[in-house]
Structures are given as structure tokens and as C-alpha cells.
């Protein structure tokens, strides 16, 4: 007996270690890809067939089994509560402020509500109204608004409503006047993009309907124009592939039109892809109301235009050709000549973010990655005037009434809540405006933020973000979360969110602003894009590896986490570097990059990733792809997966197949777990689902870098 026992434990002690988490089991199939003479392997690709019984069936098992684990940590539901409550501090939240014809229109969201409604005031200043509550809507299911678009007349506001955080859902007319809906009905929509100038007919996205997870539902889509109280069957094509061939649009390049008051004489149409740079186009609009859109080109992407503002007959826009950080251009929207474009900001030291035209003003946002600033640019004699801001931080800016000089400047900061201001551009005065709403967070005033920069492996100073309490040793007892994303040229600005509360408890929370992302320019974003794309992640593990030596944390106490586009950086962090690493959370995350061109939004992403059907581009793809990375006998930090399953940019499949992977192959003792939040998209509005969420998120990391409140009972 004692033999056997001996035997026993022996082979106990051989057994691999995730026995002791019971996994859903999960097969392997014989699939493989063979591009350009080599063959890669892909065991999980049944897991793509998210209609399927089988995948349907593993998913649900892996959620059930991730949800009884998470809901054991004794912290989660304290942050939601703590989250809850300070959000029920704040008078009133307000967003997608806009104004036609003396009205405003705006999104509130009261203290303790979910979703937010619509408003609308007359002046400033004046008596609000409610005009539509989402909640009203489809009884028992939990809409919110996408889109608010008030008709150049203020008489009529199309919105796009849609649930579940799917993105796509219905396009309706509120008539203001009355509150109520028109029978007009537009289904399985982007939304509505403009109004026509005569206000009763409006642009619209169009697509086709199904399921808005495949492939197909992204590709060859179409802009149209809805005439009030006609039939959608009716409606006329403005803007495809397959109407207008000439223009050469991809199936890929989702076609949007809209009409600017600042020059409401022409339609802008864009092929929006993930990439950068423009593809623009431009018609008149009265072409466009007899039916017949003569489209001109008014952009190539061989321009490298970013982002652009019309103002009458002018079109104004920022490039990086010849100014890797941003210049401000100009030429004529009836005969635009890019190469001799007239250059009315020219490039500086810290990088031009964006512009947006007023009644006499171009209104230009520049920030060093950290602090924004704003010049003004008067039309009529082109003066230049930088714009004295009332705080630091980071900076943004809307014209909400394109007939005055009245714009809104928000400012924030890691730590300090965000103000709202109202700009006077003509008379140079800046004051609160009546949308903000004070208000003091107990706890964030004991908080501090630390911007520094860390050696990245091959020497580059890679900023870091690191917010921390005033009282903390840095010995490495601390967690501490690091967070990354790095890719289309977006930038990590300072963001004032309440889940930053976290860090009362002696939470350590940093924010690497690796390469791929747009803090230092196009240059930054290049050097982590496609073929450099290892940059990104190696830029991440070298702000990971600097934590420690600074004394902010141990690896042992070490969480990463990586949301969509960042799932490319956290998966191949953790299979370059797995012993830096606690834990990490794979949020909405392209983990799985050589099939991300082959689902949802996946072709108009290889703009971003790359193609393998390009030789230098498919071994970049394999590089970043974190599924193709793992091995097994490795010992990987716990791993949390979180998909969306009505999500329409990233498939749940994608950290689906990189937690199979994980769980089939690590040897470790840590969990490896996939989330599936079943009313959740890619994100959603719904505060309870949010809050939830991301508690269960930020519980599984705290409790696996070994915070004393985040431990289960054994």
C-alpha cells in the first residue's frame, strides 16, 4: 500500500498542472494553410464556426466555467460597487453635443443610468427637453443611441440605434417638434451619416443584412440617400463599388458620404479602410439631388492626408508628407492640386492630432503625447493664434454650431476628471461651459501620475505612463497592471476613468505608449506596423521589464492587458516573454493574426496588419500572430480571454483559439480562462455591463498577482 501510494503521488506530481482546473476539453483538427512553400498549422480552426453546435457548445462551457471561477474572487463585486457608487457622484454625463437652428441636441446620461438619452435645449443656456429615450424603444431589450444628427433645419434628428454593443442596428427619424418616431425604418445599419441641405432626405450607411460577425457583411458596402416617407427600396445608391466602377473602389473600403454645413454645397464621400491615409472624394450636392452623383477625386492615398475640414470652397488637411509629425495643408475643392497644396500650419515639435472648421476659424489640436494645445487659424486673413488654455492635459475640440465661433474644449488628465469649456474663438474668451459638470472623486486626490521614458530593446526611449498612490514603496510589493495597445497611429492620452480608482489600493497602473501608436508622429506608428510590427510588443516587455527594476512591482505581481488591436501586442508579450508576466487579459484581442484578414472587418484591417498573400507581409503576420507562438512544456502566466459575442469588429474566435491553445499547452498552475459576455459587443454604453465587466477583468489579475483582497477562499 505504501508502494502505492509512493507511485501515486509520483505520477500526481508528473500530471500536468492544469489538470487541476477541469478545462472543457478541446479538440484538435487537421487544418493548415501552405503560403509561399510553408505550411502552418491551425488545430482550432473548427472554433471559427461560431454558428456551429460544437464551437457554440465550447464556448458556453468555457464561459460557464470562467464565470463560477471569477465570481469566487472576493474583490470583484466591491469594484463594481465602487465604480457604481462614484459614478453616482456626477450630476449628469453629456456627449455627441451638437447645435442646428438655435437648438442643441445632446446625449445625457444621469447619475445611475445605463445608456443615455436625448436632450434638447433652445440656446446655451436654455430649458432642456427630452426627445427619445432609448429604453422605450424595443421593451426588454437594452438599446442605446450610436448616432445623433440633427437636419440642417433642426426640425428632424436621425439616429442610429443599436443593442447589445452590436454596432449595427436600426436607422429612425425623431421629429422634434412632437417626439415622436416617423415611419421611416432602415435596418441593419451604421448608421445615418448627413443631412442634406433641404433637410428631408439624409445619407446613410447600407450593407448587407445577416449575420454582422461575417465576412461578407463588411465588404462591398454602400452609401445611400433616404427621402423622407418613401420606401428604403427605393432609395438611391450615392456612393459603391459596384455603381460607380470607375472609382475603383476595393470590396473592402466601406463607402461614407457626408454633407458639411461649412460647405453645403458639396458631398464628401470617403473609401474608409484601416489604413491612415485618405481615399476622399467629391460631388456636388445637386448632382447628388437629381439623382446622378458625378464624383470627382479629391484624394489619393499617395497624398497621405489623415484627416481633413472643408470650409466653403477649401479643403484643409493634415499630411505627413515631407512632416512626419503633421503639417496643416490647403487647396480647392472644385481643382485640388496636393503637390502644390498651400501650407498654413507647418509642422512643430509636438504632433498635430486634428483640425475642425468653425464659422471663421480652422481649429488645430497638437499634443507632445501628453499635453494638448490649440491654435486657431483665421480664413480670411490666415493669422495664426495659439489659444491660452485654462489647465493642462490632454486636449479635445468640437465646433458643435458650425455658424458661430462658439467650440468646446475638453481637457483631462490620468487623475483630474475632465472640464469642458466654451470657446469664444473671435473675442479670444474661454469660460465652463453649462455642460460641465464639477466634480471631486474622493480617493483620486491621493493619487499621482509619472511620465517617464524607458529603454526599449534596441535603445528607443518608449514613454510611460504610471499612476500610482503618493505613499507607495517601491520595493516590488505592489500589483501593478500595464496596459498597451500600439497600432493604426492612436495614441494612449491622458484619460481621466473612474476605474483608475483601483489604484487606492495600492494597485500600480502604467500605460506604455509603444510604437505603432501616433504619440511621437507617423514615424512611431510606422515603426510598428506590418513588417516592424515586433516593435510594439517589445516595446511593451521592455516597459514591463523597467517596472520591475524600478522597484513599481515584481513579475510575480505583474498583470498586462491588451484590447482589440492590443491582443496582436499582449499575445506575442506573454509567448516571447511568459516569465515576465503574472498574469493578462486578452480583451476583445486579435490574438490570432495570420486569420484576422478572414473574419468580420478582417480585410480592410490587412491595411493596418498586412496579407498573406504578400510574402514579406505573411511572415509578419505569422510573427504577430500569437496562436502560431505558442508552445507547449511552457509554463505561461494565467491568461484571461474576453470576447464579445455580438461583436462585429473583433470575432470572439480570435482569443477564443489563443486560450485553447494556452490551456492544451502551459504546464504552469496559473488558470487559463475565456470570458464571453453574451450582451456585450466590442464595447457597449450599458454602464452596469461596462462596470461588470471590466471588474471581473481587473478581480482575475488582482487575484493572480496576488493581492491580498482579490483571494478566494481555498
Known amino acids: 500500500m505504501k508502494l502505492i501510494l509512493v507511485v501515486a503521488q509520483a505520477l500526481l506530481v508528473a500530471l500536468p498542472a492544469f489538470a487541476q482546473w477541469a478545462y472543457p476539453p478541446t479538440k484538435q483538427v487537421d487544418a493548415t494553410d501552405t503560403y509561399f512553400g510553408t505550411t502552418y498549422k491551425d488545430p482550432y480552426r473548427w472554433l471559427e464556426d461560431l454558428k456551429g453546435p460544437e ?28 465604480w457604481m457608487a462614484l459614478d453616482r457622484l456626477k450630476p449628469a454625463a453629456y456627449r455627441d453635443i451638437t447645435s442646428m437652428k438655435g437648438q442643441v441636441f445632446y446625449r445625457k446620461t444621469l447619475a445611475g443610468e445605463d445608456v443615455g438619452k436625448l436632450f434638447c435645449r433652445k440656446g446655451w443656456w436654455g430649458k432642456e427637453r427630452l426627445l427619445f429615450d432609448p429604453s422605450s424603444y424595443k421593451p426588454g431589450v437594452t438599446s442605446t443611441l450610436q448616432t445623433i444628427l440633427p437636419s440642417f433645419d433642426g426640425k428632424f ?4 440605434i443599436s443593442a447589445a454593443g452590436a454596432e449595427v442596428g436600426d436607422v429612425r427619424v425623431l421629429e422634434v417638434a412632437t417626439g415622436r418616431l416617423l415611419p421611416d425604418l432602415i435596418e441593419a445599419s451604421y448608421g445615418p451619416s448627413s443631412w442634406a441641405p433641404n433637410s428631408r432626405s439624409f445619407l446613410y450607411d447600407f450593407g448587407n443584412p445577416g449575420d454582422p460577425q461575417s465576412v461578407e457583411a463588411h465588404l462591398n458596402r454602400s452609401s445611400k440617400r433616404h427621402t423622407l416617407g418613401t420606401p428604403p427600396a427605393k432609395d438611391l445608391t450615392v456612393l459603391s463599388r459596384e455603381s460607380f466602377p470607375s472609382l475603383g473602389l476595393a470590396p473592402e473600403e466601406l463607402p461614407t458620404t457626408w454633407v458639411d454645413p461649412s460647405s453645403p454645397a458639396y458631398v464628401v464621400g470617403v473609401a474608409a479602410t484601416a489604413q491612415s491615409e485618405q481615399r ?3 460631388a456636388s450636392v445637386k448632382s447628388v439631388q437629381a439623382g446622378a452623383p458625378e464624383w470627382r477625386v479629391l484624394c489619393r492615398r499617395t497624398d497621405n492626408l489623415v484627416d481633413f475640414a472643408v470650409h466653403g470652397d477649401q479643403v484643409f488637411a493634415i499630411t505627413h508628407s515631407g512632416a512626419p509629425r503633421f503639417k496643416v495643408v490647403q487647396t480647392s475643392l472644385e481643382h485640388p492640386d496636393w503637390s502644390r497644396a498651400k501650407t498654413v500650419i507647418p509642422e512643430s515639435q509636438d504632433v498635430i492630432r486634428s483640425i475642425t472648421s468653425g464659422k471663421d476659424y480652422l481649429f488645430i489640436v497638437a499634443s507632445n503625447g501628453i499635453v494638448g494645445r490649440v491654435t486657431q487659424y483665421a480664413f480670411k486673413t490666415g493669422k ?18 458650425p455658424t458661430s465661433n462658439r467650440c468646446l474644449i475638453s481637457i483631462s488628465s490620468w487623475t483630474v476628471p475632465t472640464t469642458l469649456f466654451e470657446l469664444d474663438a473671435a473675442r479670444q474668451t474661454m469660460e465652463k461651459s453649462s455642460f460641465n459638470t464639477a466634480i471631486t472623486y474622493p480617493g483620486f486626490e491621493s493619487l499621482v501620475a509619472e511620465e517617464v521614458e524607458v529603454p526599449g530593446q534596441d535603445g528607443t526611449p518608449i514613454p510611460l505612463s504610471i499612476i500610482h498612490r503618493r505613499d507607495l514603496p517601491l520595493d516590488g510589493s505592489s500589483s501593478c497592471i500595464l496596459e498597451g495597445y500600439g497600432c493604426y497611429g492612436m495614441s494612449l492620452t491622458p484619460n481621466f476613468r473612474l476605474l483608475h480608482s483601483v489604484a487606492n489600493r495600492g494597485v500600480v497602473l502604467a500605460f506604455a505608449h509603444v510604437r505603432g501608436g501616433g504619440e511621437k508622429g507617423e514615424a512611431w506608428h510606422k515603426a510598428g506596423f506590418k513588417t516592424t510590427k515586433p516593435n510594439t510588443w517589445k516595446d511593451f516587455n521592455a516597459c514591463a521589464a523597467d517596472l520591475i527594476k524600478k522597484g513599481y512591482t515584481t513579475a510575480q505581481r505583474l498583470g498586462g492587458m491588451g484590447t482589440s488591436a492590443g491582443g496582436i501586442l499582449i499575445s506575442r508579450a506573454i509567448t516571447e516573454r511568459p516569465d515576465l508576466f503574472a498574469a493578462v487579459v ?44 505558442v508552445r507547449p512544456g511552457v509554463q505561461y502566466p494565467a491568461v484571461l480571454g474576453v470576447g464579445g459575442w455580438n461583436d462585429p469588429r473583433v470575432a470572439p474566435w480570435q482569443p477564443g483559439k489563443f486560450i485553447a491553445a494556452l490551456q492544451n499547452a502551459t504546464t504552469s498552475s496559473r488558470p487559463v480562462l475565456m470570458k464571453v459576455n453574451y450582451d456585450n459587443g466590442h464595447f457597449t454604453e450599458d454602464k452596469s ?26
Not at 65 to 73: F, G, M, Q, W, Y
Request: aromatic residues 10%; contains cysteine; glycine residues 8%.
Open 280 to 282: 476622399l472624394f467629391v
Open 586 to 629: 486578452c480583451n476583445v484581442g486579435d490574438a490570432n493574426a495570420m486569420r484576422s484578414e478572414f473574419g468580420t472587418d478582417g480585410p480592410a484591417n490587412a491595411k493596418e496588419y498586412g496579407s498573406v498573400q504578400d510574402p514579406a507581409e505573411c511572415l509578419a503576420l505569422y510573427e504577430m500572430d500569437g496562436v502560431q507562438h
Open 384 to 401: 495664426i493664434t495659439e489659444v491660452q488654455l485654462p489647465m493642462t492635459g490632454s486636449v479635445g475640440l468640437s465646433c458643435p454650431d
Open 55 to 82: 464551437a457554440t457548445a465550447w464556448f458556453k462551457a468555457q464561459a460557464t466555467l470562467t464565470d463560477d471561477l471569477l465570481a469566487k474572487i472576493p474583490g470583484r463585486e466591491a469594484l463594481v460597487q465602487e
Open 157 to 160: 434628428v436621425a439616429l442610429g
Open 689 to 714: 455591463v461596462t462596470f461588470r465587466n471590466f471588474a471581473g477583468q481587473f478581480a482575475f489579475l488582482l487575484w493572480q498577482t496576488g493581492h491580498k483582497d482579490f483571494q478566494p477562499a481555498k
